[in-house]
């Protein structure tokens, strides 16, 4: 997915007062193995760090803008798939 079809992508995920929950964060993983790619927004009031969430959930953040990000899976390395194994 490039980054100009980000903003294409509707917001999976709602962050609202409460802040992030650990439960919040489950969701993001189970959002990610199906999607691969999810978009969440947050509301004013609410303080969120996009870099924190993202090491919660064991995920990427490609992009922020506002109060939305963008994240995808992390890809694991298998040591069958590295180049430096030859």
């Known amino acids: ?12 995920i709602w962050v609202g007062k409460r802040g992030i ?4 964060i ?4 189970r959002q990610l193995k199906d999607r691969k790619v999810i978009k969440v ?3 004013r009031n609410t ?5 924190e969430i993202a090491s919660s959930a064991g995920a990427v953040l490609l992009e922020v803008r506002g109060r939305t990000f963008v994240l995808t899976e992390r890809r694991s390395r298998s040591a069958g ?3 430096r194994n030859i």
Not at 21 to 24: A, C
Not at 47 to 51: G, K, L, R
Request: hydrophobic content about 30%.
């Open 81 to 83: 798939r590295d180049s």
């Open 47 to 51: 303080e969120v760090n996009p870099e």
């Open 26 to 29: 489950d969701e993001i993983r």
């Open 21 to 24: 929950t650990s439960v919040m």
């Open 41 to 43: 927004r947050w509301l």
């Open 1 to 12: 997915m490039s980054r100009e079809s980000f903003q294409d992508l509707k917001p999976t």
